[in-house]
């Protein structure tokens, strides 16, 4: 091969040409295959931006080295993921590193670090030199079955980025010549380091040698406001529910024990015990469900006018994690776990969305919890932190909670061990998801923290001080080396022990923590442990019952103090930018067939969840797609916080037939993009295939069209009509495996006719409720089975529908027109799960096929599918040949191909569709009808 690239995402694709040219490189073409000294001539030509990662979509992350202004370090400057013409069938991952002027860096000291997810201490993983000549990579590594890999550069002391998640385990990809030089196994990856200086904020490299602090601008004391201390303290309930009997407990059941504390906010512990296997089960111990149970206490305590901080913890599922999370790397147990517990959340949140402010996660991850290592390795906390978050905000009415991460522990016993903890979780959460790269939230909203500290302080005031200022500090400077910015710290327990303080030390030990945490802007609430002794005496009540007698002296000291207004320092929020789409007004619904030229105007109603006035120079702008001939930004009407305002748009429909897709978002004074991103999705008409006028766009070569006589009949007619139009590409694609293009019009005719847009234009799809079911019913079951049905015993039948949970029940398959309601149903709970769950186009590939058949994603694969019947025919000679279906074909084995192509279950009905099509073709292919 030359040295031309023949991809569409090679760095022409991805890199602008910058002004000035990159350093001079070696022109010789790598031994290794591929080009590697012209990639590095355009990673370099993009070094000042962000790194070049097109192996992105293949799931490989670029985590950054946490680096000083002015500190030298290996920075990644480019990732390539090699195409079949470059890798030839190889599995490896290859390496350059280059000096601060572009050239290789030779220095013997260096060396590669690798290992892999996993990977155990007995297993090691040497260094291996960067020792190859000039006319190759300076290294390579070899990708091995089933390893997850990262990189990193070693040797001379400085910090290096890493690369992660390099592995080969992905689908077949094809050559120019159709060879499978990139298949499941062989797959490999291109990877350069440049030895760079950090920047300083303003750019420039640092000269100066001060110390840090040295360099910092004196910070003006933030001015002091009055508030009410229980507008930011609150109260531990206790267990809530016996864990046994499900009986409420007295605290809750009576709300006023908690409310006659004085304080505004009270943590609930969602507790599942031991009559329940999950928050919708419909048991009654006490005559109550558990979610009933629950909405009785949180109905008791907001009436007494209470807010709620709610805690799922591993108290929430049915099974204990037991020793599960101790350790690193793959676990499939803990995996599974994490999974049932997220789901677990999502349904206590959906239960209790509009009720409970704010949901904290597992509860003291870092406790030793009896062995002699945290009970959950911060790896898998940063899992469990990352599941939450993703199954949450998937959930279109649970974005609007808030999620605190689980609280951690600062002890006198751990030396704050807690904060030490939470920078391991963002190293693996970086590491693992590239939390905090552009577009990669970090999971959570607050941090929760616990605080144990001067539990037998002699001097009270000073030593609480002292140590809270200790402990709060480190937290707050590994939230802000983390995330780069400030974040708010829940301080969801905090308290000292009667039995270790005395009873009138406890009360001032509560005072002096109390007036620490409501003068600290950082913390947004606080909570004291608990509302009644146990085994441990932190409570208001003593252990003996909830009457007045049992009060402690704490108990009157604290409601004092809870009706106080003090003055305190308090954060003005800095006013931000935010918006929320409005369905429901749309004046075009999404798939809305046009004429070609049609105009046309989209309506969308967007509502300001922000604190800012939406005014002079803010736009809707244009972010992506097609632009429809519509203008590039359109103005937006002054809009308050809290209201909502109609933002019009005018278009013109393509003249070509097809799919095309509009997506517009937000946008500042200040050019700042906020809000999600909206779209508009049309399909231009095309002509009726029926009608003979059409022309054929894929016609069969001269001379081998069929005519078609009136007294045929209508499966005749069909068959006919299929070849007629589309001979010339089935020819050419089952000349290229070497099969009868009888058989792809026999499947052709077996599945919707041939016909692969409906009467409206629109794609044909069928929307398959047991497959929407694997990809979004199983984390959503109550809602799912509100809406849909199948057959438990033949979940590919029986499938039926209902737009509310008091409608009646109405089947859907035979008619598009509400086969595409359905699908637009789905589409708004979870796209790409709707996505997933659709056949698609005259051959009928199930959306969950997209990466086999060639596309990166399900939604590339619906647009190319609408845009042109060419790909869905193409595709369908390509799912044949990566399904290892080419020699069933050629044996004409038709229920061996069915029950692959179709499933099992209806593997007898398509193979005799198949066979009765393909004797209607070889008969009227062998005569004039």
Known sequence: MDDTLTRADSPEATIGPKETPSPVLLQTRSVAGFNFCEYNRRFLQNAAGEAVNDAAAYGVRIVPAVVSPGQEYWRVIGVHHLAPAENQGK????????????????????????GWEGQRPDEPSPPKPFDKPEDEPATNLDLYSGQRVYVAVSGDGCPSDRVENLHSNHPDE????????????????????????KATEDGNHDEGDQDEDDQQEPVAPLPLRPMRVRDKLGIDANRPVDPRSGAIAGQVAVPAVIAGTGVGWVRLNFVLGERWSGPYDQNRPMELTWAETYQRI????????????????AEAMREDPGDRFRNPGASQQAQEWIERYAATFVQIATLFKDQVEYFESFNEPDDWHGQRCNWVHPDWFARMLQEIHTRVRGEPSLRHIKLISGPLQGLDNNNNAGADYLRQTYRAGKR????????????????????YIAQNPTNVQEEISARYGQYMQAVRRVIREEEGADKPVFLSEFGWQSSVTGDARQAECMRVGTE???????????????????????????????????????????????AREIEAPQIEPAPVDNAAYVAGYDAIPDGQVMQPGQRFAQRWVMRNTGSRVWGSGYRLVRVGDMSLESPPNMHVPICAPGREVAVTVPFIAPQEPGCYK????????????????????????????????????????????????????????MVARIWNRYGGLLLAEANRLRIDPSVAVAVLAAEVSGKPYGPDGRL??????????????????????QHFSFADDRKWEGHSWRPNANDAWQSFHGNQSTEWRVFEFARNLDEQAALLSISMGAPQIMGFNHSAIGYATVQEMFYAFCSDVGNQIACLF????????????????????????????????????????????????????
């Not at 094809?174 to 200086?197: A, D, E």
């Not at 693992?432 to 616990?450: N, R």
């Open 91 to 114: 599995r490896n991952v290859f390496l350059d590193i280059l000096d601060g002027t572009g050239q290789r860096a030779h220095n013997p000291a260096l060396s590669l670090q690798w």
């Open 174 to 197: 094809l050559g120019p010549q159709g060879q499978t030089w990139n298949s499941i196994g062989h797959h490999s990856f291109y990877v350069v380091f440049q030895r760079t200086q």
């Open 298 to 313: 949180i109905g008791g305590l907001r009436g007494q006018g209470l807010k709620i901080y709610g805690l799922i913890s």
């Open 432 to 451: 693992f998801f590239g939390w905090g790269q552009p577009g990669v939230p970090f999971p959570f909203d607050g941090v929760g923290y616990h605080l």
């Open 516 to 562: 620490c945490m409501l003068k600290d802007p950082g913390v947004a609430l606080g909570f004291w442990f608990c509302t009644q002794d146990f085994d441990e005496k932190f409570g208001l009540y003593r252990q003996d019952g909830l009457s007045a007698t049992n009060r402690k002296p704490i108990y009157d000291a604290f409601k004092a103090f809870c």
């Open 662 to 717: 509009s997506t517009w978002q937000l946008c500042n004074e200040k050019g700042q993009k906020f809000g999600p991103r909206i779209w508009l999705v049309i399909n231009v008409a095309a002509p009726l295939v029926e009608q003979p006028t059409t022309a054929a766009p894929y016609p069969p070569p001269v001379g081998q069209e069929i005519t078609v006589y009136s007294q045929a009949t209508p499966a005749e007619q």
């Open 764 to 785: 044909k799809i069928r929307f398959e409720n047991h497959i929407f079911y694997d990809n979004w019913g199983k984390q959503n079951e109550l809602r799912f089975r």
């Open 878 to 929: 390509r799912f044949i040949q990566v399904k290892n279906l080419v020699e069933v074909v050629r044996q004409r084995d038709f229920l061996t191909f069915a029950q692959i192509y179709n499933g099992r279950g209806q593997a007898e009905l398509y193979k005799s569709r198949i066979e009765m099509y393909l004797a209607i073709y070889e008969q009227i292919r062998s005569r004039s009808i």
